[in-house]
Structures are given as C-alpha cells and as structure tokens.
C-alpha cells in the first residue's frame, strides 16, 4: 500500500507562488490600512469665484478686461458673445 505523502500546510505555504501570493496581499492590506490613516488631509477650498458681469460690453470696456487689473479678469469676445477665459489667463493674457 503506497500512500502520497500529501505536502504539509508549511509546505504549501512556502511555494514560489503562494509567495508571491502572500506578499501581494500583504501589499495590498498595508496600502489600505496606511491610506486609511493618511485620509484627513485638508485640502485647500478654491478660491471665490468673480462677480457676473453683465453681457453687453463695448469694446472699450472689454479692453480694461486683459488680466491687468487687480482682479485679474480676462474676457475674449466673439462674434458678440463674450467669454470669461479667467482660468486660462496664461495663454489668453497680454
């Protein structure tokens, strides 16, 4: 009567691939637990947003718009419908 010898629970364990197994998981748990604690960064509120500007401006007025000024407001018109471009004042500024 021949009997396997089934592998033992250590044996099992310590294959190449349920190593690899392991360290993933161990991995995985350690990211979740530490981001976990790391969760209470404030973040900085973003900053208030300009007042409307009413939608029938000359060309004179829209020309004091070019993000000189102190509030730092862009506008662009065209074809008659004026567009606040604020957040890209680099590419649209003077």
Do not use: C, H
């Amino acid at each position: 009567m021949s009997e396997a010898a089934s592998p033992t629970l250590w044996e099992e364990l310590m294959s190449p691939l349920n190593l690899v197994l392991i360290a993933i998981i161990v991995y995985l748990v350690y990211k979740i637990i530490k981001s976990n604690f790391e969760s209470e960064v404030t973040v900085a509120p973003p900053p208030p947003s300009l007042p409307k500007l009413r939608k029938d401006l000359t060309v004179a007025e829209i020309k004091k718009y070019d993000g000189t000024q102190p509030d730092g407001r862009v506008l662009l018109a065209v074809n008659g419908t004026i567009f606040d471009v604020t957040k890209g004042k680099r590419f649209y500024g003077p």
